[in-house]
């Protein structure tokens, strides 16, 4: 709203819609907004003055969460999988349990998440249901088809060269039988957080372009095989590097902590280990590092 704007019926309108929606984004459903127009007398054309009175009521929490055709995993663990949509409790002060549209919309999927960690990789949620069971609590039903329990069978490797298919099932360190867990399964080949993993096992000896796709080879009763296909490519060599953006401090300051240098094979662990000790110098955010290998 600006002044000299026009005025018309459409105007109010979309006043009291934006202020409704940027309340309800915040948990108060009940919101009443009234905007009353006295005439501006001091004006010499006609103008008004508008008077908005917005009373926001209380914001609206969640009651309980109730699961239906869970019996895997309990309706605790499911609870605890949501990290934005809690229960109000007296107890908990640290949750408000105020009920927002969007918070249930990323804790969705988080529950479909814990069941694939157990191996039901065919889990899905058949409906979600929030209704008011008073004027400021909201229960939310939650319907769950959990499918069967899957186990990991066999790994075959295809593509590789560089290193032996039984080296790489070392690496993957999966055996048959073990609960699928598609997560355990893409950490192993990708981002390992507590250990080795396959591409770095690559990319640390480097093979910049390496890529690996799993696929499912087949499905035996509740045994699923994969077929690995590997793209090892060629090792890159480090040509030149550069230092773009920084006004903080000297550039030799921080080519001191860099650790790839003119020369050597590509390393994926050396940037890593860079910018975590370009992190402490404390010059920058970490959040907004770009390494972008230019072949």
């Given amino acids: ?86 229960r109000k409790r007296w107890w908990n002060i640290f949750n408000s349990g105020k009920y927002l549209e969007e918070n249930l919309e990323k804790d969705l999927p988080n529950i479909i998440e814990k069941y694939n960690a157990r191996g039901y990789r065919d889990a899905r949620i058949v409906k979600d249901t929030v209704y008011f069971v008073e004027k400021y609590r909201v229960n939310i039903d939650i319907h769950i088809e959990e499918g069967h329990k899957y186990y990991f069978g066999k790994f075959y490797w295809h593509g590789n060269s560089k290193y032996r298919s039984g080296q790489l099932d070392t690496i993957l360190n999966i055996k048959e039988g073990e609960i699928f867990n598609q997560q355990k399964l893409d950490q192993r080949l990708f981002m390992n957080p507590n250990g080795f993993d396959i591409s770095s096992l690559y990319m640390d000896d480097g093979y910049l372009f390496f890529q690996i796709q799993a696929k499912e080879r087949q499905i035996r009763n ?71 290998p230019v072949p």
């Fill in 1 to 86: 709203m600006v002044r000299e704007k026009i005025i018309t019926d459409y105007t109010i309108g979309n006043i009291k819609n934006t202020i409704r929606e940027y309340y309800v984004n915040k948990g108060y459903y009940f919101t009443e907004v009234e905007i009353t127009q006295e005439p501006d007398k001091t004006a010499k054309t006609p103008h008004i003055t508008l008077y908005i009175k917005i009373n926001k009521g209380k914001q609206v929490k969640v009651k309980d969460i109730n699961f239906y055709g869970n019996s895997a995993l309990s309706a605790g663990k499911l609870r605890r999988s949501m990290k934005e949509t809690k």
């Fill in 222 to 292: 509740d045994t699923i095989d994969f077929d690995l296909h590997i793209y090892e490519g060629k090792q890159a060599i480090i040509n030149k590097v550069s230092v773009k953006g920084n006004d903080k401090t000297n550039d030799k300051v921080i080519y001191r902590e860099i650790r790839t240098r003119p020369g050597q094979l590509f390393r994926r662990s050396d940037i890593i280990r860079t910018q975590r000790e370009l992190a402490q110098l404390g010059y920058f955010d970490p959040e907004k590092f770009g390494v972008n």
